[in-house]
């Protein structure tokens, strides 16, 4: 039989309707917060995982000021290696700024970022290197003396630079902030596939957890095995 009395109220449903609504997005954001990401960031480049913290180097940019680690530990840097003197200088430069110019819709991660050509070999062209780093103001073109050369390369993980006159291009290096190296740029890949893979890591900050270099294994003479004290 019917009884209007057990029958709840409009206003109470639409109520409980809402209130059930409001757990319900509730209960789906707090799950999209805390979701594990499902692995590491697909691109087309080379992964470095875990990313690779440099070490300390120091070259100069065109102007004289300094480029080392605690300036590209600032924001996003794409580095490469390049001879002004020669072709492949101007081609490196080139492939660098098309990256740049394909990330103009992400203004966050273009503003961001830092181009750093450093010059390759002996040859020194600072008449170069200043009317290239006129092209932008994110670009830098550093040179330094074949020590601090050499310890960017071992920063980079021990890649050597280009031969003299080697026509074939260089790998270009990711840096996230911090300075840590996340992933590298074959020389044939192109700058459109560059800028979606840059884009990729730039959305997957939590993708690229630092990893410090470790420390030398410091060597322990064990205790049986030292010299007595003179006495």
């Given amino acids: 039989m019917f009884v209007p009395g057990n029958r709840r109220s409009l206003p109470v449903r639409l109520v409980m309707i809402a209130a059930a609504a409001g757990l319900f997005v509730i209960g789906y954001q707090w799950g999209n917060q805390y979701k594990r990401p499902a692995g590491p960031p697909a691109i087309a480049g080379v992964l470095v995982a875990p990313p690779l913290d440099l070490s300390d180097f120091s070259l100069q940019d065109a102007e004289g000021r300094p480029v080392n680690r605690d300036r590209l530990a600032q924001g996003w840097t794409l580095l ?52 290239f780093s006129r092209l932008s103001p994110a670009l830098s073109i550093a040179g330094g003396d074949p020590e601090q ?39 044939g890949q192109g700058a459109e596939t560059m800028a ?8 997957a900050p939590d993708l690229l957890t630092s990893v410090s270099r470790a420390a030398p294994p410091q060597t322990t003479t064990p205790q049986s095995q030292q010299a007595p004290n003179a006495k």
């Fill in 80 to 131: 490469t290696y390049g001879d002004l003197t020669q072709a492949q200088g101007h081609l490196a430069v080139n492939r660098l700024l098309e990256v740049y110019n394909r990330v103009a819709d992400q203004p966050e991660l273009r503003a961001a970022l830092h181009l750093v050509l450093v010059q390759a070999g002996s040859a020194e062209a600072p008449n170069l290197a200043r009317d």
């Fill in 149 to 187: 050369r050499a310890l960017l390369a071992d920063a980079l993980g021990g890649a050597p630079e280009p031969p003299p006159g080697d026509d074939s291009g260089s790998a270009v290096f990711v840096l996230a902030p911090g300075a840590r190296m996340v992933a590298l740029f074959t020389p």
């Fill in 196 to 203: 979606a893979d840059l884009m990729t890591l730039f959305e």
